[in-house]
């Protein structure tokens, strides 16, 4: 196990892995995917949650950069208009 195990995607609890198998499976016993035992690379597996986080890295660079410009007070105000228009089409993209 390369990366670190995403927590369950039902319940936010931590995961706990078989030892003879391998498999993960959630370590909360009310959670549906609790004993349900599944392939490392189908728990990790969250097409959904990985483009909001990545739109998510977008917007916090965004504003990070905004900013930073803001606060130099380098660009003009139409420049600033134009990197969220810019930003913001990415985001919906």
């Known amino acids: 196990m390369a990366e670190e195990l995403k927590l369950c995607p039902f319940c936010s609890s931590p995961i ?8 993960v ?18 728990w990790q597996f969250r097409p959904i949650e990985d483009a909001l986080q990545a739109k998510l890295d977008i ?11 803001l606060l130099d007070d380098y660009y003009s105000r139409e420049q600033i208009c134009k990197i969220i228009d810019e930003t913001l089409e ?4």
Do not use: F
Not at 16 to 23: A, C, P
Not at 25 to 42: A, T, W
């Open 16 to 23: 706990k892995v078989s030892l003879s198998t391998g498999r």
């Open 59 to 69: 917007a916090r660079e965004w504003y990070k950069n905004i900013k930073r410009e």
């Open 90 to 93: 990415k985001l919906n993209s």
């Open 25 to 42: 499976s959630c370590s909360n016993p009310s959670c549906p995917l609790y004993n349900l035992r599944i392939d490392e690379k189908l």
